[in-house]
């Protein structure tokens, strides 16, 4: 069984920059939930994705974005990057049924460190 | 009130100490329990889920008190390979986790 793998590992972008940050989910798992880390804080919710359509979203702007494939690989797509934007982004893939789940396990994949200068 | 609540620590046990962790959480909707484990610059590791009438998984115990809104973990016989912080998480129907800041342990020698 493949875990959760996540490219790239680090990135340093400059501020008004974008970037895109990969996901592919662990066999079997048709959800994919994207969460920022900031250091010395828990794991924020950005959002979650279930056979390709957003379920769920958390406080985070329009800037941040995101898609799933039909393979439930996902991508986290960020605009206009601000200083604030650097942290260790972690993507976390799960078996679950999406909205109306009463909640499931959450495995995640090793994080992408996003450095904004 | 943070949504999930945790004291940071650290807690400092040496080796073979019985050490517990508490959170509470303020949504009454939550429907699902976790505690992860974190090692530094790492990805959270799922730990163990909570259940309502509480599990234990070999050194570590979970219990979760829904009345009182609050989870706790118990890790008797600390190892040094403990050391890390401890993520307290909460779900609810929509199946997204609310972590709490976490817990630092350091098992020293």
């Known amino acids: 069984e493949t875990g959760v793998t996540q490219s790239p590992t680090h990135l340093i972008k400059t501020r008004g920059q974008q970037v895109t940050l990969r996901c592919s989910s662990q066999s079997g798992h048709n959800t994919v939930s994207w969460y920022q880390q900031a250091l010395g804080q828990g794991p924020q919710f950005i959002f979650q994705y279930y056979r390709e359509e957003e379920n769920g979203r958390g406080n985070f702007p329009p800037r941040f974005s995101g898609l799933q494939f039909p393979n439930y690989s996902s991508e986290l797509n960020v605009n206009a990057l601000e200083l604030d934007d650097s942290a260790l982004y972690l993507c976390?893939?799960?078996?679950?049924?999406?909205?109306?789940?009463?909640?499931?396990?959450?495995?995640f994949g090793p994080g992408t460190r996003l450095t904004v200068t | 009130r943070k949504e999930v609540e945790q004291d940071p620590g650290p807690f400092n046990v040496p080796e073979g100490a019985t050490v517990a962790f508490n959170c509470t959480y303020s949504?009454?909707?939550?429907?699902?329990f976790f505690w992860y484990r974190q090692d530094c610059r790492k990805e959270p590791k799922l730990l163990m889920s909570v259940y309502s009438s509480g599990n234990e998984d070999g050194r570590f115990t979970a219990q979760l008190n829904r009345a009182s809104q609050y989870i706790s973990l118990l890790i008797r016989d600390s190892k040094l390979s403990d050391s890390a912080t401890y993520l307290c998480v909460v779900s609810t129907g929509y199946s997204t986790l609310t972590f709490g800041k976490g817990t630092m342990l350091l098992v020293s020698p």
């Open positions: 949504n009454s909707a939550s429907q699902s």
């Open positions: 976390a893939s799960s078996s679950g049924l999406g909205q109306g789940s009463s909640g499931y396990e959450q495995y």
